[in-house]
């Protein structure tokens, strides 16, 4: 290895990996705190590397391709910017990010925290300072910095989102964390995909949206007015809406799991459409007006007026199968009702019609024929309890129950039995239930009910999630002082990857680095460490150690 100074930079490390033909490989400059208020031009393929605990205050300056900066568990303050025309940047950050004085002009790829880090924190106020199209944040930790005006990007949280953003391009979020800033205003096209985790955040509409919701969605909202809009809501999902659905234009539901607005819908545009598969629910407290299409394979129920206008349409599924419609307030079809498939229409005050039926009914429509549906489940949540998941349900009312059969999975996908439990039978009072999952899986975790009818058939609730993290608040390891290896007993904690660092314990030098696994003893080797006091992390457990 050949180790070189670059004019102007005392004190800077350069490392130059000679290669064939007197060419050497991309520099990497180590950045520690006699050089923190240094600046950086970086040409192609170079990086920089800022050391653990360093403040560091100079400027950065991107002016080649894939150029690299890392964070490792300092503080940015200075000034990063990245010129027009640059492409492959990327920064990643282990530390924190304070600076107000970051500017991209160019696509860049943002990687705050990682799997196993996710302790790392973005605050710096970033405004319109990202002005490139095609910027990607992937953010595993604490995501606070306000963004207004990105042309276009992709954001992957896995992490907490709490800034305020305002994307005018086409967006797309991937959720799997929380996002929880107060307001999302956006005025170009917004894809988000929520795979888990939680959603708070008001949409503020621009000109199109599109969401797609495969685990539980709770936040009400308007869609564009212009479109096209969407709402997928995948099989075992819940949308329950704390706030009235706003009906744009050209606007597609698409529900597989549960759906309930809570506080009402509007109209179903000329040119919208809303699906409701087989074993799907969609609930409205408040009134359902239709002026598009609706296919219904499964329960639509509306706690108000029911109206499917003229030029309407509402469709069911092929023989044998049957989907219903049930209302509690004035119920009218001027359109086409069930002219295609079959379909069972209930209106709690009249059960042989419409109260005002001016339009087409298909001769397979039925009313009010429908059997009941077997359990009335009102509630179904899993809790992370000292080591062990707690699984509580409710039903309303049963009807020829068998059992229960209470099924996980890692994925959300395949999924497993963990415990059967018996039901009632039939029964028209509210009753409880609650099982344990003793050895629940870490990480998190999909969980879902079957519940198995006298006859055989079955249904399933809505899937619900809980999060299991390693315990790695304690740390035991031997021998200390050690010598040539250290072992960590990792034996208490879950089996899922951790990171370990050791550091200088006097510079803050990173010595170690590596993912290790809990639930088992782990051996760290400590060749090469000269003898000294240094720092050991794992997870949120920090320890000195001695090495002779």
Request: glycine content about 12%; some cysteine.
């Amino acid at each position: 290895m050949q180790v070189a100074r670059r004019c102007g930079y005392a004190g800077i490390l350069l490392l130059a990996i000679a290669g064939t033909a007197g060419q050497a490989q991309a520099q990497t400059y180590d950045v520690g705190n006699s050089t923190k208020k240094s600046d950086f031009n970086l040409k192609a393929g170079e990086s920089i590397s800022i050391r653990f605990n360093v403040k560091y205050e100079g400027t950065i300056t991107i002016e080649g391709n894939n150029a690299t900066i890392v964070n490792n568990g300092g503080d940015i303050t200075g000034t990063v910017l990245v010129k027009s025309g640059v492409l492959g940047t990327v920064i990643t950050n282990l530390g924190d990010v304070t600076s107000q004085n970051i500017t991209l002009n160019a696509p860049v790829t943002i990687n705050n925290g990682s799997a196993t880090v996710t302790n790392a924190t973005w605050t710096g106020y970033v405004d319109n300072r990202f002005a490139a199209s095609g910027i990607v944040i992937n953010n595993y930790a604490n995501w606070g910095s306000q963004i207004n005006g990105l042309p276009s990007g992709t954001i992957n949280n896995n992490g907490t989102w709490t800034a305020y953003f305002t994307p005018t391009g086409t967006t797309v979020i991937n959720n799997r964390g929380n996002w929880t800033a107060s307001d999302l205003n956006y005025s170009g096209s917004l894809t988000i995909n929520h795979f888990s985790g939680s959603w708070t955040t008001n949409l503020n509409p621009g000109t199109a949206l599109a969401i797609n919701n495969s685990a539980t969605w709770t936040r009400g909202f308007n869609f564009p007015s212009t479109g096209p809009n969407s709402f997928v809501n995948n099989a075992g999902a819940t949308a329950t809406l704390d706030r009235a659905l706003g009906m744009g234009s050209n606007t597609t539901i698409t529900n597989s799991g549960a759906m309930t607005l809570t506080q009402g819908m509007g109209d179903i545009s000329a040119n919208s459409l809303l699906t409701n598969s087989r074993g799907a629910t969609f609930r409205v407290t408040g009134q359902l007006v239709n002026y598009g299409t609706v296919s219904n394979a499964g329960v639509v129920s509306t706690t108000a007026n029911f109206a499917n206008m003229s030029g309407g349409s509402m469709t069911g599924p092929a023989a044998p199968y049957r989907g219903s419609f049930t209302t509690s307030g004035y119920s009218s079809n001027a359109g086409a009702f069930g002219m295609v498939g079959r379909l069972d229409f209930c209106d709690s005050g009249n059960a042989i019609g419409f109260d005002s039926q001016t339009g087409s009914v298909g001769p397979s429509t039925s009313f009010c024929s429908l059997r009941p549906l077997p359990v009335e489940l009102t509630a179904f949540t899993a809790e992370a309890v000292k080591g062990t998941v707690q699984l509580r349900w409710n039903t309303a009312t049963e009807r020829n129950s068998a059992w229960f059969v209470v099924e996980r999975s890692a994925t959300g996908k395949e999924f497993s039995t963990v415990r059967e439990v018996a039901a009632q039978g039939n029964s028209t009072t509210a009753t409880d239930y609650a099982t344990t999952d003793a050895a629940p899986l870490a990480g998190l975790s999909y969980y879902r009910l079957r519940q198995v009818d006298l006859d055989g058939s079955a249904e399933y609730s809505p899937v619900v999630t809980v999060g299991r993290k390693a315990s790695y608040e304690s740390l035991n390891f031997y021998p200390n002082p050690a010598t040539d290896r250290l072992t960590l007993d990792l034996t208490a904690a879950t089996a899922t990857p951790c990171e370990m660092r050791l550091l200088s314990l006097t510079t803050g030098q990173l010595l170690r680095h590596d993912t290790l696994v809990g639930g088992q003893l782990q051996e760290i080797s400590l060749a090469g460490i000269p003898a000294g006091l240094y720092v050991l992390k794992v997870g949120s457990a920090v320890q000195r150690i001695e090495k002779r």
